[in-house]
Structure formats: structure tokens, C-alpha cells
């Protein structure tokens, strides 16, 4: 009787919180959903109305989609050449003891933990002395900087994992350590690997500072439009306010549900 | 083994590491001892140390700095308990303890921006449901309208955003110690309270302590929330050192300010990641570093 009490409580506690955690994201597609007329009046906290014309009209109209494209690119870009050179880079630091790969990890970590904005400046001025300020390259390589310790956090994990002893065997078998790197570790280590190449994507489209100076007027991007929209016109279409902000989330709330066992993993060595 | 191979396999990280996150930090070190405001004068004039002293002196600065130290303290303190709460409501295993880790795991995916404009649709007065519900009991709510309501603001926001993140962070450490010990403490009579404290503590305290060294840094350098919701405003009230840095280069580009203060971020983040590993290590806790 008693165990059921206690596991009582504690459903009801963890619904109460579990209703904390889901209702500002609720509540923004509730708003993104409604006329103005209605997000400025007695509106009640359950939908009333269905105006999906809001989606049509930034996406379509304001040509949102551009943005969202153009961060669609940058991330794209950017978890595909994370990826292409963290590869071998985890399978060295995993299979070969190496003296300096203290030095290399701790170098990383101190890249994880940095604040962004302290890279702010250097990465502009890097961007600007390569010509590439403005250019999806600049924005590409700008991410690397959180997203290469990510990568290989995740990807060192993973290929640990793998049995050593498959590798030896092939090796003996008269592989060279690039064909076991590609005929061996890669396919065993695939689910790792889309964890990291989709996790490092997330955090490329969810970053904002960098896009801030580094987008130029062609690479703006979703981010960044959904910052100076929100910054310049307050108070006034918050209806577009909210349908920004959902359209920003929900690739993400889709990414999330499938890698959601290395997500905090991903949390923990990834940047915001 | 050949000792060819993981050179080649690890040059490609290490070159562009080197190009994304050192060699652009020696203009940035050049910039640091001269006055450079862009705007005012294109040239820059060689200053010693003058930024870095005014970084020192200037009391705004300070505030900022403070402002940001008082946030990061309050907020490890309501969520690092009540993260840790949360993982141990999960632990039991019951029907939907996998439904309930999803819709916890949900504020994770949110773009900061997005959690910026979210709570600012939750907290306006005019349009916010939190304002609606408190002016029912005849509470004016405005969070712009003083330091403490905005700072308040903010710390909900971040509580957010942040508590899910060190629940899940902590789950798989409790869920890993073995239900004997448990039974075992039951059975020689310790209450709950001293279970937790003598038993569970210490078996979780290399994940505890790097989930407070994760959340530490990553409020210490939080921008993009704030800079949506309050702007660092009322006035410049809860203005942080990122705010101050992105203020400074892009709207008053001020490079050798913001040089200076970028270099001194950077430098307390090296000493506390080297602090992390060296509490890390003393303990026995990672053989990694």
C-alpha cells in the first residue's frame, strides 16, 4: 500500500514539473497559431485558433525559407567537415598511445569550455584576413571551434567500444591502418557517427553569436533573422514572433527524439 | 606500429584547431595593448596595458563580471538540487519513466535565441500568460520594470533551459548503483537522508562534479537568452561579460576593449578547466587528463 502511495506522489510530482519543461514550447505554437488580435487579448491557455496563413506568411512571404536555407547549408557543411577530419582523429587518439594526446585533449576541452563571445573578435578577424567574411566558408569554419571537441568526444567513445581484437585480426590480414580506418572502424562505428555528425549539426543551427557578425546579407542566418526580428519589433507581431520561433525548433525537437540516448552526452561536451 | 599514421590521421584537426582557435588569438593579443576603436580612428595607437588596466579599474566592468558571477551562483544552487531531485524521481523504474525522460529531454533541443524569444512571449505583460495569471491576484508583474524582476526573469529561463540537461546528466550515474547497497543500508536501519549523503553522494561525485564544472562555465559565458529577453537591461542592470563583449565589438567596435576582454575570458576559462582536471585527478577521478 505504501509503494503505491509513494509512486503516486511521484507521478504527480513529476508530471507537475514534466508540465514545466513542456509548456513554454506549447505555448509558443499555441501563440504562433493565432490571429494578433488574439495573442494581445483575453486569449485563454488552451489553442483557439488555427491561422496557419502566420506559417505562410513569414516563410513564404518575408522569404524565411532563405534563412532557414542558408542555415540548413552552414550546418550541413559544417557537421560533414567535422566529421570527414574527426574520424581518424578519434581512431588515433583511441588506438595509438600517444604522448602529446593529453596535451591535444585537454586543448580541447579548454576549446568546449570557452565562451563564445570570446571568440567572437578572433574568428572575425580570421574571417576578414581570409576574405571570408560574409561567405557560408567563413561560417562553416567558424563552428568548428565547438564543434571539433564534440565530435571527437562522442566519436573517441565510440570507437572504444569497438573490440580491438577485429582490427588486429584485419591488420594481420595485411590492411593498412587506412583501410582498417575505412573498411573496419567506420561501419562499425556508424552509429556513433550519425550521433555526432546530427548532434554537431543541432549545435550549428542553433548558434547565434558568431552568425551575428560573420553572416553576411546573402548567408544571413535563421538564427540571426529570428534575433533582429524579435530585437526590432517589440511589441508589435508577436504572431510572427512565434511562428519564427517554432519553425526554429522543430527540426531540432525531430533530430533530438532520434539521438535522444547520446543526447547528453552530446549536451555535455557540446556548446549551447 | 607504424608511428606515421596517427600523425596523418590527427593533422587535419590539428590544422584547423590551429586556424579557427589559436593563430587568430595573436591579432586579437596585437589589438589588446592598443586603443582601436574603429569607428572613432582607423588606425590603431599602441596603449601598453592601458585596456587591461582599465579592465581592471572600471568599475562597470566589475559589475558586469559581478552581475555574471551572481547569476552563475544562483542558478548552480536552484538547479543543480533540483536536477539532482529530478534524476532521483527517475531512477525508479515504473510505466512511463521513458514518456516523462522525453518531455524532460525537450527544453534540451531549443535554441537559446528560441528560449530568448519563448520567455519573452511567456513574460510580456502585454501578451504573456505569467503576467495574465498574477495580475488575477493583483500582482503587477512587468520583468523590465527593475533589476531583481529581470535577474528573476532570467534565472527562470535559464532553470529551464538547464535543470533537464543535469537530470539526465546524472540519471545514468544512480541508475548504475547497485540496488544491494541500497537494500543493505535499509537493512542496517540509516535513514534515507544518510543513504544519500554517505552512499549515493559518493558514488555519483565524478559525474556530480563535472555536470557543476559544465553548467559553471556555460553560465558564466551565457549570452544569446539574455540578450533576447532583457537586452541587459533595465538599463544596463543584468548586462554580462558576453553582452559587454558582443556590445563593444559590433555596435561600438571597440576592438581593443574588446580584444583585451575576450583574452582575460579565455584565460579564466584555461585556469578553470585546469582547476576541474587537477579536483578531477586528486580524487582518482579520470584517467584520461
Redesign the interface.
Known amino acids: 500500500m505504501r509503494r503505491i502511495a509513494s509512486?503516486v506522489m511521484?507521478?504527480i510530482?513529476?508530471t507537475i514539473?514534466?508540465v514545466?519543461?513542456?509548456f513554454?514550447?506549447y505555448?509558443?505554437i499555441v501563440?504562433s497559431l493565432r490571429p494578433r488580435a488574439e495573442?494581445?487579448g483575453?486569449a485563454p491557455?488552451y489553442p483557439t485558433s488555427f491561422r496557419i496563413e502566420n506559417y505562410y506568411h513569414v516563410f513564404v512571404r518575408w522569404k524565411y525559407y532563405e534563412y532557414v536555407l542558408n542555415s540548413f547549408i552552414v550546418a550541413t557543411g559544417n557537421s560533414l567537415?567535422v566529421l570527414?577530419?574527426?574520424i581518424?582523429?578519434a581512431?588515433?587518439?583511441t588506438r595509438?598511445r600517444?604522448r602529446s594526446s593529453?596535451h591535444?585533449?585537454?586543448?580541447?576541452?579548454?576549446?568546449r569550455?570557452?565562451?563564445?563571445?570570446?571568440?567572437?573578435?578572433?574568428?572575425?578577424?580570421?574571417t576578414s584576413?581570409l576574405k571570408l567574411a560574409g561567405t557560408y566558408l567563413g561560417l562553416i569554419?567558424?563552428y568548428?571551434?565547438f564543434n571539433?571537441p564534440l565530435s571527437?568526444w562522442l566519436l573517441v567513445a565510440a570507437i572504444e567500444s569497438i573490440p580491438k581484437e577485429v582490427e588486429e585480426a584485419s591488420m594481420l590480414d595485411g590492411l593498412s591502418?587506412?583501410g582498417v580506418?575505412f573498411r573496419i572502424v567506420l561501419p562499425l562505428a556508424r552509429p556513433g557517427i550519425v550521433t555526432a555528425g546530427l548532434l554537431t549539426w543541432?549545435f550549428a543551427?542553433?548558434?547565434?553569436?558568431f552568425g551575428?557578425?560573420l553572416a553576411g546579407p546573402g548567408t544571413k542566418l535563421m538564427?540571426v533573422a529570428?534575433?533582429d526580428f524579435?530585437?526590432t519589433t517589440v511589441?508589435i507581431e508577436?504572431e510572427y514572433?512565434?511562428t519564427?520561433?517554432v519553425g526554429?525548433?522543430i527540426p531540432?525537437?525531430i533530430?533530438?527524439?532520434i539521438v535522444?540516448r547520446a543526447?547528453?552526452a552530446g549536451?555535455?561536451f557540446g556548446k549551447? | 606500429?607504424?608511428?606515421k599514421?596517427?600523425?596523418?590521421?590527427?593533422l587535419?584537426?590539428?590544422i584547423?584547431?590551429l586556424?579557427?582557435?589559436i593563430?587568430?588569438?595573436f591579432?586579437?593579443l596585437w589589438?589588446s595593448f592598443h586603443f582601436y576603436i574603429v569607428a572613432a580612428r582607423p588606425s590603431p595607437i599602441f596603449k601598453g596595458l592601458d585596456n587591461y588596466r582599465n579592465i581592471v579599474s572600471n568599475p562597470e566592468i566589475g559589475y558586469y563580471f559581478g552581475v555574471t558571477l551572481l547569476l552563475t551562483a544562483v542558478c548552480l544552487l536552484i538547479q543543480i538540487p533540483l536536477g539532482l531531485a529530478?534524476a532521483l524521481?527517475?531512477v525508479?523504474r515504473?510505466k512511463?519513466r521513458d514518456f516523462?525522460?522525453?518531455?524532460?529531454?525537450?527544453?534540451?533541443?531549443?535554441?537559446?535565441?528560441?528560449v530568448?524569444?519563448?520567455?519573452?512571449?511567456?513574460l510580456?505583460p502585454?501578451?504573456g500568460?505569467i503576467p495574465?495569471i498574477l495580475s488575477l491576484f493583483g500582482i503587477n508583474f512587468n520583468y523590465m520594470s527593475s533589476f531583481w524582476s529581470a535577474f528573476t526573469a532570467i534565472v527562470l529561463m535559464n532553470t529551464?533551459r538547464w535543470t533537464?540537461?543535469i537530470a539526465?546528466?546524472l540519471l545514468?550515474a544512480l541508475v548504475s548503483i547497485p540496488p544491494d547497497i541500497l537494500d543493505a543500508c535499509k537493512v542496517d536501519g540509516a535513514t534515507y537522508r544518510q543513504v544519500f549523503r554517505h552512499v549515493v553522494l559518493p558514488l555519483i561525485k565524478t559525474p556530480l562534479l563535472?555536470?557543476i564544472?559544465?553548467r559553471f562555465?556555460?553560465t558564466?559565458?551565457i549570452?544569446?537568452e539574455i540578450?533576447?529577453l532583457t537586452?541587459g537591461g533595465p538599463g544596463w542592470s543584468t548586462r554580462t561579460?558576453?553582452?559587454d563583449?558582443?556590445r563593444r565589438?559590433?555596435f561600438e567596435t571597440d576592438?581593443g576593449m574588446?580584444?583585451a576582454?575576450?583574452?582575460i575570458?579565455?584565460y579564466i576559462?584555461?585556469t578553470?578547466?585546469w582547476l576541474m582536471?587537477a579536483i578531477l585527478k586528486r580524487g582518482n577521478l579520470v584517467g584520461?587528463?
Not at chain 2, 5 to 10: A, G, K, Q, S
Not at chain 2, 101 to 111: D, N
Not at chain 2, 116 to 122: E, N, P, Q, R, V
Open positions: 509512486l511521484l507521478i510530482g513529476l514539473l514534466a514545466f519543461a513542456v513554454p514550447i505555448w509558443a501563440c495573442i494581445v483575453e491557455l567537415l570527414a577530419i574527426t581518424p582523429a581512431y588515433a587518439l595509438f600517444l593529453r591535444l585533449l585537454f586543448w580541447i576541452l579548454t576549446n569550455m570557452a565562451p563564445p563571445a570570446a571568440f567572437l573578435l578572433p574568428l572575425y578577424v580570421l584576413f569554419l567558424a568548428c571551434v571539433i571527437i591502418p587506412l580506418l543541432l543551427w542553433n548558434h547565434y553569436i551575428m557578425i538564427t529570428l534575433g524579435a530585437l511589441g508577436w514572433v512565434a519564427m520561433t526554429t525548433i531540432v525537437l533530430i533530438l527524439l535522444r543526447l547528453v549536451f555535455a549551447i | 606500429m607504424n608511428q599514421y596517427p600523425l596523418f590521421f590527427l587535419p584537426t590539428i584547423v584547431l586556424l579557427v582557435g593563430i587568430p588569438l591579432p586579437v589589438n529530478i524521481m527517475l525508479r515504473f512511463g516523462f525522460q522525453v518531455l524532460f529531454a525537450l527544453p534540451l533541443g531549443v535554441a537559446p535565441i528560441a530568448g524569444t519563448i520567455w519573452t512571449l511567456i510580456r502585454e501578451i500568460p495574465k529551464w533537464p540537461f539526465l546528466a545514468p563535472t555536470v564544472f559544465i562555465m556555460d558564466f559565458s549570452f544569446d540578450w533576447i537586452g561579460v558576453s553582452i563583449i558582443v565589438v559590433i576592438y574588446g580584444s576582454l575576450s583574452l575570458m579565455l576559462t584555461i578553470i578547466c582536471i584520461e587528463l
